[in-house]
């Protein structure tokens, strides 16, 4: 089966400016995350999608980043405006229902 | 709320020497473990799972990983590693359908 898809793979933007990200989970997986891992650091959940509902977004900082799943398939996550903190691999993953997640490649984001 | 701690930041051992990497995490009730690995420029990889049953489980590549209840640990284990395995390894759990990530512990094996 084909895997996660992520777009783009890498992103360099200005502090202050906007990125969107995209995710295209695998066929049937009901369950999406977007995490973001630092450099030297685990992946963090940002937000997770249960078909097009929203299950946990607690740790998503909400001033600046948003996140939506239409029609329960593909998703985009958005930040606006990026902070230099903001510098990371966003990570996109799918899961049936209580099973293993599986990853995308990431997208690299740079802000300078 | 749910929290895994990886002891081990950075790990470097020889080809053919053994590895055991330490995973503990904190949830009082029913839990589903993995263990993931990244190799460099990859993506996230499952190594192995622990839903139910037989606490020792096996994965890919000559890994394991015993699940001690009583210890909240899920550790991992590979007897004789190669070279390959120079990665980054990520205990996960995964309770009320969120997964949270340990901070990674990356495995250096000299050839």
């Known amino acids: 089966e084909a895997g996660v898809a992520q777009s783009p793979r890498y992103k360099i933007i200005e502090k202050r400016q906007s990125v969107a990200f995209w995710c295209n989970p695998i066929?049937?997986?009901?369950?999406l995350y977007w995490y973001q891992q630092i450099l030297g650091q685990g992946p963090k959940l940002l937000i997770q999608f249960q078909n097009n509902g929203v299950v946990d977004d607690s740790q998503l900082p909400k001033d600046r980043f948003s996140a939506e799943r239409l029609k329960g398939v593909d998703s985009t996550l958005k930040i606006q405006p990026a902070k230099l903190e903001d510098s990371a691999v966003y990570l996109c993953?799918?899961?049936?229902?209580?099973?293993?997640?599986?990853f995308g490649q990431g997208t690299r984001l740079t802000v300078v | 709320a749910q929290s895994v701690s990886q002891h081990n930041h950075h790990v470097i051992l020889s080809e053919a020497a053994s590895l055991e990497l330490g995973c503990n995490y904190s949830?009082?009730?029913?839990?589903?473990l993995f263990w993931y690995v990244q190799y460099p420029g990859q993506h996230l990889q499952l190594l192995l799972k622990?839903?139910?049953?037989?606490?020792l489980v096996k994965g890919i590549k000559g890994f394991e990983a015993e699940f001690i209840k009583s210890k909240f640990s899920f550790n991992l284990r590979k007897p004789s590693v190669q070279w390959s395995d120079t990665a980054e390894y990520f205990c996960?759990?995964?309770?009320?359908?969120?997964?949270?990530f340990g901070a990674g512990t990356t495995v250096t094996v000299r050839a």
């Open positions: 066929s049937g997986h009901a369950t």
């Open positions: 949830y009082g009730g029913t839990v589903n």
């Open positions: 622990y839903f139910s049953g037989d606490p």
């Open positions: 996960a759990l995964a309770n009320d359908y969120k997964l949270s």
């Open positions: 993953a799918s899961s049936r229902l209580e099973t293993e997640a599986f």
